[in-house]
Structures are given as C-alpha cells and as structure tokens.
C-alpha cells in the first residue's frame, strides 16, 4: 500500500488535472458504455464528478468507487474528443492507483499481476503448460475463426468463444534475433506482447518475413516481458514499474532506429505510458522517453517510414477495417493500416462506425462480459452488414472479441491481422 505522503501527492497530481474538465458532456455523446446504459455514473462526466470528492468517497463506499471506476474501457474516445483537452485516461489510471494504493490490491490480482506477469519464465511456464491440456476443456466452434469453447461449464470464460493458446509461443518459435540492417538501412527492435505471444504467434511470424523481405534488420531480445498495461489499468503501479524496467533492460542492450510492435495496446502503452506513469528508477526515465520517442506501429513504420503504397492489382479478397481505439485515440493512426490492406491487394470496404471501440477493453471484458459482448454485436453486425468476407484489425485483442462476436453468429468472416494479409501477399508473388 502507498503511505500518506504517496497518497497526498496523487490527489494533487488529480486535483489539478480535473480543474480542466467543464462538464460540458461532449463524452457523454461518444462513450460506448453509455450508449447501453445510459448511466450518467458510466459517462466520463459522471466519473470525474464521482473523482471531484474521492477522498470522501472511497473512506464511504470503497467498493462503490471501485465498481464505477472500473466500468470503463478505456478506449479514450471521450479524451480524444474531448474540446477542453482533458487528460481523461491519465486522471482514470492516476485514480485507480489511489484505490489500490490506499487499499491494496486483491489476492487474485496479486497472483496474476506479482506472482505471474511480473515473472516472464513462470508466466511462460503456466501457459505452456494450459496449451498442452487445454484440449481436455475446450472443444472448437469454427474452424475458419479458430474459436473454442468450453466442454464444461466454467465462469471465467463463460459461453464465450474463444482462441485457444498456440501449440507453440513465438518465443520458442523465434527465441530471439539480431540480424543486421538489409536493402532498407534501417534496424528495428521487435516487441512481441503478450496475446502475439501465445495466443497469435502466426501474426508477429508474419511482421518478421515483411520485415526479412523489406531488407530491415531485427533485434529481438529474449525473455521480454508484458508491457504492463493489464496491471497499470487495475492500478498496480509496482508490478507495472518492475515489467518496464525489465523490458528496458533487455532492450537497451541492442541498437536500432525504431521499436515495432504489432499490438495497438501495446504500441500505446510503451509510447504514451511508460514515459508518464513509470515511478520506478529515475536513472531509467530517460532512456525510457528516448525508447517511447522510437515506438512505431508496423504499419505506421511500413508506409510512413518504408514508403508501402497501394498495390494495383486486386487479390479477390474484400476486407474491412475495424479501428483499435488504441490506435486510432490514442496514436491518431488510421490511414496506414488501410493503406496497408490496399498494399496487399485486397478490396476494401469501410463499414459504419470503423472508429467504435469493439467492446473488449482487457480486464473489461472479464468483469462486465455481459456489457463487453453487447458493445460486441454492434460492432459485429457491422462488419457483416459491410458485405467483406474479412475482417481487418492491428490489435490482437480487438481480434479476440471481434472472434468471439463473429463465431457466435456463424457469420463466415475471417479475422485477420493487417500484417498477415500483407505478408500473404508477399508469400502469393513469390
């Protein structure tokens, strides 16, 4: 638990970020929970009203707070359209820490988040281990989507549809690499993310043959870590200081010009909250902002850095986009992944509402699935109202949900990466 003085600078640091915000209401017209609920208390407004008086607040209903609190995506639509500017994500984190730093964090988020994510080799250990027996559980849907469900009736997954783990992690697939600069002159780092890792390892298999074929080296050190945001979003600020730093550590022992990722979240996380929410070794800021400075999407990298343009002739494929909030609110990133589905000759199509969040929001989608999966039949209804036979994304936890919302309706659309359809395209030339 943090000490008063912790405490006391963090209701500061709040204090002065809500002074911004004039209740006008313009979130309340964008926020995607609000549009089921219809809650004041699930609008931002109603949030940082509900922050104003925190420190009454959580001393009178402690579990109250941390239920409003929690019932938000943070997909940062209302901070990306937000007239005043409000750092409105920031001011949500920041109060998150201060529930959990005033009373502590619960013994199952001890495990995942200290016990589990902060120790990689356990972590990698565990989900081994569940990709070997999960068979004995889970039993396949669809197999154009690669979803499963359980056998038997359990509460975490519910009646989800889901992806199962890989039979092998990337990390065992590509254990490490540091090859040097091609054709292009340009090096990268590669930052693989958790659910690339062992959920999606065909995914950051595809980043890694454009890159080979674009002439860019690769360095890809072992032994990463999560990128912290499940633990920073549930106000664990310890366990997230502790995976930046061994992250930073195993990066700042390679050199290259840009650091990728194929994870929108994680792309996010590393450029905008790694260099504003870590408190851990001051020594390390530094190195730190310089790292965030050089965080890229791969699409972004791809045409804005390596020049990909439009292909001119058409593969027969017809794809949609959906837009990841954490690209598109956070990073402004819209255009290159579309850019990127033209690249690979695929025949795109916009559906409505692109830009809305797919309901998934991490640790959301576990604690308010009913809510989560509501968000989700919009969002699917709309792809297949959109007339593709794929779905496109750059975030595979969108993926997921997307997945799940897609199977249970049979609706034979595939959900595919941006970098996967490229890379099919490089693999069809050849």
């Known amino acids: 638990m943090a000490n008063l003085q912790q405490l006391a600078q963090m209701f500061k640091e709040l204090d002065d970020q809500l002074v911004s915000c004039m209740r006008c209401g313009m979130c309340q017209a964008v926020c995607p929970v609000f549009a089921q609920t219809g809650r004041e208390a699930d609008v931002t407004r109603g949030k940082l009203a509900l922050l104003d008086g925190l420190a009454r607040e959580m001393l009178a209903d402690p579990d109250g707070v941390n239920e409003k609190l929690n019932r938000c995506l943070l997909?940062?639509?209302?901070?990306?359209?937000?007239?005043?500017?409000?750092?409105?994500?920031?001011?949500?984190?920041?109060?998150?820490?201060?529930?959990?730093?005033?009373?502590?964090?619960?013994?199952?988020?001890?495990?995942?988040?200290?016990?589990?994510?902060?120790?990689?080799?356990?972590?990698?250990?565990?989900?081994?281990m569940g990709a070997t027996f999960q068979g004995l559980f889970t039993k396949k849907v669809d197999d154009m989507l690669g979803s499963s469900c359980a056998r038997f009736n359990a509460p975490l997954v519910a009646d989800r549809h889901f992806n199962t783990l890989a039979a092998t992690p990337l990390h065992r697939i590509v254990p490490q690499l540091d090859t040097p600069a091609g054709a292009s002159g340009l090096r990268v780092a590669f930052f693989t993310g958790c659910v690339i890792d062992k959920i999606f390892p065909h995914v950051g298999e595809a980043a890694l043959k454009v890159l080979k074929e674009k002439g860019v080296g690769v360095f890809l050190p072992s032994k990463q870590a999560c990128c912290g945001i499940p633990a920073l979003s549930s106000g664990d600020g310890t366990t997230f200081d502790k995976l930046v730093a061994m992250n930073m550590h195993r990066f700042m022992s390679g050199e290259f010009d840009y650091l990728l990722t194929t994870c929108a979240t994680c792309t996010s996380t590393i450029k905008e909250l790694?260099?504003?929410?870590?408190?851990?070794?001051?020594?390390?800021?530094?190195?730190?902002?310089?790292?965030?400075?050089?965080?890229?999407?791969?699409s972004q990298f791809l045409v804005d850095i390596l020049g990909v343009q439009e292909a001119e002739v058409a593969n027969g494929k017809k794809v949609t986009y959906h837009d990841p909030c954490h690209l598109k609110n956070s990073l402004a990133i819209t255009v290159q992944p579309r850019t990127m589905i033209k690249a690979a000759g695929c025949t795109f199509q916009e559906m409505r509402e692109a830009g809305s969040c797919c309901g998934c929001g991490g640790s959301f989608n576990v604690a308010h699935y009913d809510l989560s999966k509501k968000i989700g039949t919009r969002k699917a209804e709309n792809i297949i109202n959109s007339g593709m036979d794929t779905l496109a994304t750059s975030c595979p936890a969108c993926m997921l949900h997307i997945t799940d919302m897609l199977s249970r309706k049979n609706a034979g659309i595939e959900v595919k990466h941006v970098i996967e359809l490229y890379a099919d395209s490089i693999k069809n030339e050849g």
């Open 274 to 298: 790694w260099p504003q929410m870590f408190k851990g070794d001051p020594a390390l800021r530094a190195e730190i902002k310089e790292l965030a400075d050089k965080t890229m999407d791969i």
């Open 75 to 128: 997909c940062g639509t209302c901070q990306s359209n937000c007239p005043s500017g409000v750092r409105i994500m920031d001011i949500f984190l920041k109060a998150r820490a201060i529930m959990t730093g005033y009373f502590g964090l619960s013994k199952t988020k001890q495990v995942i988040f200290r016990g589990m994510l902060a120790n990689p080799r356990l972590f990698n250990a565990l989900t081994g």
